[in-house]
DNA sequence: CCGCTCATGTAACTGGTTACATGATTTA
DNA sequence: TAAATCATGTAACCAGTTACATGAGCGG
């Protein structure tokens, strides 16, 4: 029960993402989120300004945020940091108890399509399985290169966030290679 | 280059993958796409009835779907099927070429907030582990369910996408083990 | 006959996207 | 000095969600 007005807001998976990074990179601008998000392998968000720039100060007036305007010659920047409020929003966030939302089979757009491959030809479910391996391919060194540079951060936990992506890209590349028979044993 | 007004329209992944979905169930309602939808381990959609039934005629609509009613008694049923035209745009979106978003390392809600477990207290971080390998137990779980329900379908690929969640769990798992001893460590 | 599931939908909302705009600063 | 990047934002749009509504049929 909360006091009346005093309503448990929830906030999005964003916000509190964004709550974090802001956390984690310190006194930071909406812009160095962006930046950051838009560097990373996965593209759950597109990390656009007009995103990301309302949320944060959606943030601020919540009191999750602080800001302090700082400016480099005539240049503006308004750098923010997670208040004690914030903090305790993303820890809730983080949990436990884990928010039922985020207890999930992990949405692959390769499964997806994969589902229906009976819907084409043989040929073309062979070339699609090709792509997809490639495709892995191209992503497993976005995460190496996202390694590079953010895994030498001081932070224990960072290497273990790019080795869920090493985990997944290796259990994805075995079952396409599982696909790939199974499609060849069935013509 | 196109015919004037003869636009390449772009299908959302929920219309495309609703429109495999009418294909592998055989003639059916939206009805049907939606108790599918609801069923299947992951949660990327929440399979409402107000995604689903604007969203299946406006696939009749642009040709895509046809549709005939059926009804039992006073019980009215909108069947629907997938037209030629439709297996063209199904074809088209499985690929390849695939879609360049479907090239992405998955999202983990786990994963987005492993990453921030720093800023919670070492108490906090070992229940977190804890917590969240419950919840891959229970996503496991559910995958068997599915598999039990859908597997047995006779499509030689069906199998295979449940293989998808069960590799998926085991890689998350891992990690999740590898998480809880690297956070044991530093202390 | 009550409650549940079947089956179809609509209305209001909202979080995030696309696309645009502006001006300062850096680099080729 | 032109192009690229830094840094901030806004406006229009839209796909999908939440919540509600309606009525038929079925099981206990």
Known sequence: MYAPGVRKRRYSELECFTLGLVWQLGPC???DVRRHMLGSPSTQWSASAGAIYPLVRRLHRRG???VKA????KRARRVYRVTPAGMGVLRGWIGPPLDPEAI?????PLRSRARFLAAVPREQR???VAAAQAALEEVAARI???DEVYGSSGDPIAPLI????ELDVRARSQWLEELRRGIDEHR
Chains 1, 2 share one sequence.
């Open 29 to 31: 601008s909406p812009y």
């Open 64 to 66: 999750l945020l602080s």
């Open 104 to 108: 999930t089979a992990v949405y692959d």
């Open 144 to 146: 190496r290169r996202w």
């Open 126 to 128: 062979r070339r699609w």
């Open 70 to 73: 700082k400016r480099t010659g």
């Open 162 to 165: 790019t080795r869920h992506g």
